[in-house]
């Protein structure tokens, strides 16, 4: 829960910084994805290594899963995707506006990341 949380929380500051939404819609996405299961997704049980998108560096962002030469965790993209699905957002529309919270991540590498979780969701941790 303390994962969605974080998630949740970067995604209030970018929207809200940016005088998108009010608080009550944020908390809002939060009930749906927590509803419908889609908050707190375990990225580290996926295999990530063949993703040329992602990297983990020790002693960088406490060794998180992150989007290469960034410092943006892996989770916080697909943590907004899954929100903006939740609140019933079209695959697409939810792509937008994930790329409209993280422009620095690049339209490719979101789609990347994600159709990896999705084509890789479901492996097993050798």
């Not at 994962?3 to 500051?13: C, D, G, K, P, S």
């Not at 375990?42 to 998180?64: M, Q, R, Y």
């Not at 943590?79 to 079209?90: P, T, V, W």
């Not at 993280?102 to 990347?112: N, Q, R, S």
């Amino acid at each position: 829960m303390a994962a969605a949380h974080a998630r949740l929380l970067n995604l209030r500051l970018r929207k809200i910084s940016s005088g998108l939404w009010k608080s009550s819609t944020l908390e809002s996405l939060a009930k749906k994805a927590t509803r419908k299961g889609t908050a707190g997704t375990n990225l580290t049980s996926l295999h990530w290594s063949d993703c040329p998108f992602v990297e983990v560096i020790p002693g960088k962002v406490s060794g998180a899963l992150l989007l290469k030469n960034t410092r943006l965790p892996v989770d916080a993209i697909t943590g907004n995707y899954d929100a903006f699905r939740a609140e019933g957002l079209s695959p697409d529309a939810a792509i937008a506006e994930t790329l409209d919270c993280y422009p620095e991540a690049g339209l490719d590498a979101i789609k990347a990341i994600l159709n990896y979780r999705a084509a890789h969701q479901f492996q097993e941790q050798v």
